[in-house]
């Protein structure tokens, strides 16, 4: 069953046309035309109108060999679910609406959408955001009062090294024809294993360091080290 008539589909297609392919306008300019009907999601309009280019029809049907009945319905409950949850995933939504991975995820491509990856940051308490304003306060006020302040300052970090060294396989990767695999390998696990903890300052334009830290470090190793 078509989620519109042929009569709205077709002044679905109008309104798009008047928007000039905006689907965010087209979906207005419908709403204020027709304010007793049921006001299509915004890709609705986008995706009537190229079903009607490439297909000649408003109302179309995939090719029944083990596919599904194109419905704009299903459609929009796919993008729907994704702006309610930008973080849900095509698996879940599938399951949600009882379509297949396969079809939440061709939806949601044809909409634009990537999945973008999370940056992992430092996890702050409520009360660290006012204290880092007003520790950026006093060095803007520091800085001006002395030019040399900021540069006067120890900067340090340390780090722990291992044998297995930094591996991140989403960003593993060997270009080569496509008609060629080398079927590479990367080792990332060991029997013996070793780490070693190393220390660095930088002050003005001279680095400190680096410096050997005890591999395990505590608070009266990392104090004797700073006072050593």
Same mark, same amino acid.
């Given at each position: 069953m078509a989620a @519109?008539?042929?009569?709205?589909?077709?002044?679905?297609?109008?309104?798009?046309? +008047?928007? %000039?392919?905006? /689907?965010?306008?087209?979906?207005?300019?419908?709403? *204020?035309?027709?304010?007793? +009907?049921r006001v299509p999601y915004h890709n609705t309009f986008a995706n009537t109108f190229r079903?009607?280019?490439?297909?000649?029809?408003?109302?179309f049907q995939?090719?029944?060999? %083990? =596919?599904?009945?194109?419905?704009?319905?299903?459609? *929009? %409950?796919?993008?729907?679910?994704?702006? *309610?949850?930008?973080? /849900?995933?095509?698996r879940k939504v599938a399951t949600d609406l009882n379509i297949s991975t396969w079809k939440a995820w061709s939806i949601v491509k044809a909409e634009g959408r990537h999945p973008f990856h999370y940056t992992p940051v430092q996890g702050l308490l409520q009360a660290d955001y006012e204290r880092r304003v007003q520790f950026c306060?006093?060095?803007?006020?520091?800085?001006?009062?002395?030019?040399h302040?900021?540069?006067?300052g120890l900067w340090t970090d340390e780090s722990t090294f291992t044998r297995a060294g930094i591996f991140n396989q989403h960003y593993l990767r060997y270009w080569e024809n496509k008609n060629v695999n080398p079927h590479l390998? +990367?080792?990332?696990?060991?029997? /013996?294993?070793?780490?070693?903890?190393?220390?660095?300052?930088?002050?003005? +334009?001279?680095?400190?360091?680096?410096?050997?830290?005890? =591999?395990?470090?505590? =608070?009266?190793? @990392?104090?004797?080290?700073?006072t050593k």
């Open positions: @519109y008539t042929t009569e709205e589909y077709a002044d679905i297609v109008f309104a798009y046309g +008047r928007a %000039n392919g905006n /689907t965010r306008e087209a979906q207005i300019i419908y709403e *204020e035309q027709y304010p007793n +009907r079903r009607l280019r490439e297909t000649g029809n408003l109302n995939e090719p029944r060999i %083990n =596919r599904r009945q194109y419905d704009v319905a299903v459609d *929009e %409950n796919v993008i729907r679910a994704f702006d *309610e949850d930008p973080t /849900t995933s095509t306060r006093f060095l803007l006020h520091a800085d001006v009062e002395n030019g302040f900021l540069k006067s390998t +990367r080792a990332k696990s060991f029997q /013996t294993r070793f780490s070693v903890n190393v220390w660095a300052g930088v002050i003005g +334009r001279h680095l400190i360091g680096p410096h050997y830290l005890p =591999r395990n470090l505590n =608070r009266d190793d @990392y104090l004797h080290f700073f």
